[in-house]
């Protein structure tokens, strides 16, 4: 399966629908979003996404050049869209960071990807693996090796889509109890991620189990929400709290000889005054 739907209540609506089959997807054309798709993207996004989005969002995804918004196109309609935003290190949320490993650089960029459906009609032809492909090559090339990782939002409950990104090799990263609100229903949602031109995340103590580790808390019933995200948020931080004591651990070792000469030099000077 090449794409998903956000919402697995949606799907009962899907039988009513009669998949376009395009076997050749050299019949498709990929373009960038311009201002005069509002309402056709509009339109797209309520057919395949539980959440509603401001207006001012469809105008700054069509217009603003910090968003690679990517259409795919079919007899000039608009059956796909992903939209994504490149953002420096330094100007990333203190969650957001944790991302990318704390060695990374201020000026390293993470791609993230806020928007991804095809309509129902167009669905299980490639179209939303063509379209995060272009994303993924364009973030891999050589204008773009500061960019470490692609990662994005996606709800727990919805496993279609978890299995689309895993095959794509995007790697569970990290739980959030109660991220979205869809119809007045708080839902938990999985962060994934994709490392690319070298890129790695932050040590933690549980690092060779933490997709596991997110499952078992995940699994925890939704009575006890705060308890399984206090859980996991002691973990990361315990993960930080080694990560920052091992480097301090290497520098010491480091500067450990220098410190002992000079220590040594200015004792010998001392006892020769003394003398």
């Known amino acids: 399966m090449d794409t998903f739907n956000w919402y697995l209540e949606r799907t009962s609506t899907l039988q009513q629908i009669k998949p376009v089959g395009l076997y050749d997807l050299s019949n498709l054309q990929?373009?960038?979003?311009?201002p005069q798709d509002i309402n056709?993207?509009?339109?797209?996004?309520?057919?395949?996404?539980?959440?509603?989005?401001?207006?001012?969002?469809?105008?700054?995804?069509?217009?603003?050049?910090?968003?690679?918004?990517?259409?795919?196109i079919h007899k000039?309609?608009?059956?796909?869209?992903i939209v994504?935003?490149?953002?420096?290190?330094?100007?990333?949320?203190?969650?957001?960071r944790e991302v990318v490993s704390p060695s990374a650089g201020k000026f390293t960029q993470v791609g993230y990807i806020l928007s991804l459906g095809v309509t129902?009609?167009?669905?299980?032809?490639?179209?939303?693996?063509?379209?995060?492909?272009?994303l993924v090559?364009?973030?891999?090339?050589?204008?773009?090796?500061?960019?470490?990782?692609?990662?994005?939002?996606?709800?727990?409950?919805?496993?279609?889509?978890?299995?689309?990104?895993?095959?794509?090799?995007?790697?569970?990263?990290?739980?959030?109890?109660?991220?979205?609100?869809?119809?007045?229903?708080?839902?938990?949602?999985?962060?994934?991620?994709?490392?690319?031109?070298?890129?790695?995340?932050?040590?933690m103590i549980l690092y060779p189990f933490k997709q596991k580790f997110i499952l078992i808390i995940h699994s925890i019933g939704k009575q006890?929400?705060?308890c399984r995200y206090y859980i996991y948020s002691t973990v990361c931080e315990l993960?930080?709290?080694?990560?920052?004591?091992?480097?301090?651990r290497k520098a010491a070792r480091r500067f450990w000889p220098r410190i002992r000469r000079i220590a040594s030099q200015n004792t010998s000077t001392i006892m020769i005054d003394c003398s």
């Open 40 to 72: 056709e993207v509009n339109a797209l996004c309520v057919d395949c996404f539980p959440v509603e989005y401001p207006r001012s969002w469809y105008e700054d995804i069509t217009s603003n050049p910090k968003f690679y918004s990517l259409a795919a």
């Open 137 to 203: 090559s364009h973030l891999t090339s050589a204008e773009s090796k500061n960019c470490k990782a692609i990662f994005l939002h996606v709800l727990s409950s919805n496993s279609s889509a978890i299995a689309f990104y895993e095959r794509k090799s995007f790697r569970l990263h990290s739980f959030h109890p109660y991220y979205y609100m869809i119809n007045g229903i708080n839902k938990d949602g999985f962060a994934y991620v994709l490392y690319i031109n070298g890129g790695h995340q932050q040590w």
């Open 84 to 96: 994504a935003e490149i953002k420096l290190y330094i100007k990333l949320t203190p969650k957001e």
């Open 224 to 226: 006890c929400v705060g």
């Open 76 to 81: 000039s309609a608009i059956v796909g869209i």
């Open 239 to 248: 993960g930080v709290v080694r990560w920052t004591i091992s480097k301090a």
């Open 30 to 34: 990929l373009r960038f979003l311009c």
């Open 120 to 134: 129902k009609a167009y669905r299980r032809n490639g179209i939303a693996s063509l379209l995060l492909d272009n």
